[in-house]
């Protein structure tokens, strides 16, 4: 069973730092592209960054362009989003997420229940 759990998020003052963490079981977590997603109350879904197998290939959105940073550990099976230099509209519920179409494990792709990070003035 494919499972994704984001962790780390929390309550930080306007230009604070964050690490969120998501831990994937149930899959060969070495063989995927990864996503990180966001959603703000009242507002859609948006894409914020992705990332490659081997974690050499990266794209952000640009509103966090320059300031989060996307990784992974294939060994561990974590993948990890740094939040640096945060603003009031980074508030949002953060999801990892794995694309369509990566595997006939989960062909509509997944997401983790996501994790709260709250950015105050």
């Known amino acids: 069973q494919v499972q994704l759990v984001e962790s780390g998020g929390g309550s930080v003052q306007a230009g604070g730092s964050m690490r969120l963490s998501c831990t994937g079981s149930?899959?060969?977590?070495?063989?995927?592209?990864f996503n990180w997603f966001r959603q703000a109350p009242g507002k859609a879904l948006e894409r914020v960054a992705t990332?490659?197998?081997?974690?050499?290939?990266?794209t952000y959105d640009e509103t966090v362009r320059g300031r989060f940073i996307i990784s992974r550990d294939n060994d561990a099976k974590i993948l990890y989003l740094q939040l640096n230099a945060l603003k009031v509209e980074d508030t949002a519920t953060y999801y990892c997420?794995?694309?369509?179409?990566?595997?006939?494990?989960?062909?509509?792709?997944?997401r983790g229940p996501g994790t709260q990070v709250t950015v105050s003035s």
């Open positions: 990332i490659n197998p081997r974690g050499d290939r990266v």
């Open positions: 997420d794995i694309p369509p179409g990566e595997s006939w494990l989960v062909p509509n792709g997944a």
């Open positions: 149930g899959f060969s977590f070495h063989a995927y592209n």
